[in-house]
């Protein structure tokens, strides 16, 4: 009797637990992701502020992108070389105060998206209406990326589409229709992900930036040779070259890259452009893939310096995705946030917040602190973005993460690690590249929001405010699409479908936005910097056009202010070398500054 009910004892255990392992696994795998699954939306608002809401559907966006498929000599690897192209770029296009986005994908024959925000709650796909849906083609390529602005200062945002092909600019016809821009002086042919428009020398002309990734003499669809790798993991220089296009004024461009000393072949995937080092010129900074992060600071507009060395950026070879700008700690400086890859007990590369430190003679100068910060371990990373998501006056962090999710529980890592090991030939060559044979690697992986607590250290609630998602993301980009005075979040996967979240706040949070426009300095104002100053704190944000990977957020500046009732002055510094303040500009409102009659 007694061994009966012991063994009766055993068996209702075994029960118990085999029906409880489920909920063991499902809590495990929330701890892993930081968050805590017991929270509700109310609980997530009360702890957090924040709390985001998956509207994709409800806003009518039901966009999957296309993935490319190249050259038969890949098929092995197909899944690692085809594993980018899904891109999100914000603009308002039609100049009707509400912020629209354009959306990419990659496969011959599939068309990109240009979603129109309606202002009811609704979205529309206007992109093969307005001439710019249909343009990923055998003759010119596919589309990886695209970055708006203003490049004739006739007030509405153009569009560039970055491609694995020909670059294609479209001039926006007063909001209502675009017309495809004959450009003489770009490549016939280029792998970017990548293109930044600035205007280097401050004459009011926004130039163009781009990268090259693989190779400007490779057609991936149709290869002469295999031997189209990176020659390093760490240190190869076998990758696209880069371009400046100087705007001439007269809607024509020249190209003076190697005039300026804009010259690098390293593996770019993304860049981005402020004045770092308070010159009064956009510099430029890269993230390179197999290799180190550049920084190239601008000489009165009439060079650039390579100065990743000097500057302590240019030691740590990793593999560079991203590049976003953030006044992390509220000291009024831009930190510089880099992903790459870390996967646990295999590679922890770890991603790089490279924080401005006090150089030698006023020389820039940055220490990665990534760490410190709790913001080191991503994924797979790719696209990053800044933005005050919960509106307490501290700027939050949103990591997009995964490469390839393929067959569940398989993993391609240990085959993957033997060519990373091997020398140059080997690497070089995709045909030494062992078959994928449909296995993952780092795929499944959870995207991170990360909280900034403003006092050093950043906390991951991705699960927590309702944003968990483990799709192969890419591109990040951050817009009020609602209007509302909170930043809503934008994904754009790989070979899935894009995803839009709507954010609330909870509690008696204030923020203050800048749209500004440019009349001496460029129309679209990128490069303008400003600092808002209120109880007792600063923070400064510039205007930019590409930001993060693949991504490029509104224009409009949007600061969060805590329970501020009141902002105290505003300073905004115009490309021009102009500098107007505003004092207690009023809260809770987008205000428009045109650069000559700054008033409120
Ligand atoms: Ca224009
Ligand atoms: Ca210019
Ligand atoms: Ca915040
Ligand atoms: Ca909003």
């Known amino acids: 009797m007694e061994t009966k009910g012991k063994s009766k004892i055993v068996l209702s255990v075994f029960f118990v637990v085999l029906l409880a392992a489920p909920f063991i696994i499902s809590n495990y795998g929330q701890w892993t992701s930081g968050s805590d699954s017991t929270l509700n939306r ?287 700690m509220n000291s009024g400086k831009l930190a510089i946030y880099v992903t790459n890859i870390s996967e646990p007990g295999i590679l922890i590369q770890g991603n790089n917040l490279w924080v401005p430190v006090s150089g030698n003679n006023q020389q820039a100068a940055f220490q990665n602190l990534a760490g410190n910060f709790g913001i080191e371990l991503g994924g797979w990373s790719y696209g990053a973005q800044f933005g005050d998501l919960n509106l307490d006056g501290y700027l939050d962090l949103y990591v997009a993460n995964g490469y390839v999710s393929a067959a569940k529980g398989t993993d391609y890592w240990y085959d993957f690690s033997k060519v990373a090991g091997g020398n140059k030939t080997i690497i070089s060559d995709a045909k030494n590249w062992p078959d994928m044979e449909g296995r993952s690697l780092s795929g499944y992986q959870n995207n991170r929001v990360w909280l900034n607590d403003g006092a050093g250290k950043f906390r991951e609630v991705a699960g927590a405010v309702g944003g968990a998602l483990q799709l192969d993301s890419r591109a990040v980009a951050f817009a009020d699409l609602d209007n509302d005075g909170t930043l809503e979040i934008l994904v754009a996967t790989q070979r899935g479908p894009m995803k839009i979240y709507r954010t609330a706040t909870a509690g008696d949070n204030n923020w203050i936005g800048f749209r500004l426009e440019g009349v001496q300095s460029n129309r679209s104002a990128i490069g303008a910097r400003v600092k808002v100053v209120w109880d007792g704190k600063r923070q400064v944000q510039a205007v930019q056009s590409a930001s993060g990977f693949s991504a490029q957020n509104q224009r409009a500046l949007h600061f969060g202010l805590g329970t501020a009732e009141q902002v105290d002055h505003v300073v905004l510094e115009w490309p021009s070398g102009r500098t107007d303040t505003l004092e207690y500009p009023e809260i809770n409102k987008m205000h428009t500054i045109t650069e000559t009659t700054a008033q409120l």
């Open 42 to 328: 109310e609980i997530a608002l009360e702890r957090f502020g924040f709390y985001m809401e998956d509207v994709t559907g409800e806003w009518g966006v039901d966009f999957t992108h296309q993935a490319p498929s190249l050259d038969p000599q890949l098929d092995h690897i197909m899944p690692q070389i085809a594993s980018v192209g899904a891109s999100v770029s914000v603009a308002d296009f039609n100049n009707d105060g509400l912020q629209d986005f354009y959306v990419t994908s990659s496969a011959h024959g599939s068309h990109n998206g240009l979603y129109k925000n309606l202002g009811d709650g609704r979205f529309e796909d206007v992109a093969d209406e307005l001439g710019v849906g249909n343009v990923n083609s055998p003759e010119t390529g596919v589309s990886m990326s695209s970055v708006w602005a203003d490049y004739d200062n006739d007030g509405y945002e153009d569009l560039l589409v970055v491609k694995w092909g020909k670059p294609l600019l479209f001039h926006n016809d007063g909001g209502s229709g675009f017309t495809s821009v004959d450009v003489p002086a770009f490549p016939k042919w280029i792998n970017s992900n990548t293109a930044v428009w600035f205007d280097f020398d401050n004459d009011g002309l926004l130039d163009l930036f781009m990268g090259g990734y693989f190779h400007e003499s490779i057609n991936l669809w149709d290869l002469e040779t295999t031997k189209i790798m990176p020659e390093s993991f760490e240190y190869a220089q076998n990758g696209g070259r880069k371009y400046l296009f100087h705007n001439q004024g007269d809607g024509s461009f020249r190209e003076i890259s190697k005039e300026v000393g804009l010259i690098s072949n390293r593996w770019s995937y993304a860049a981005a452009s402020v004045d770092i080092d308070g010159s009064g010129y956009p510099d430029l900074v890269i993230a390179n893939d197999y290799g180190v992060d550049e920084l190239f600071l601008n000489r009165e507009g009439e060079a650039f310096v390579n100065a990743g060395e000097k500057v302590g950026m240019g030691f740590a070879p990793k593999s560079g995705m991203n590049v976003t700008f953030g006044d992390v």
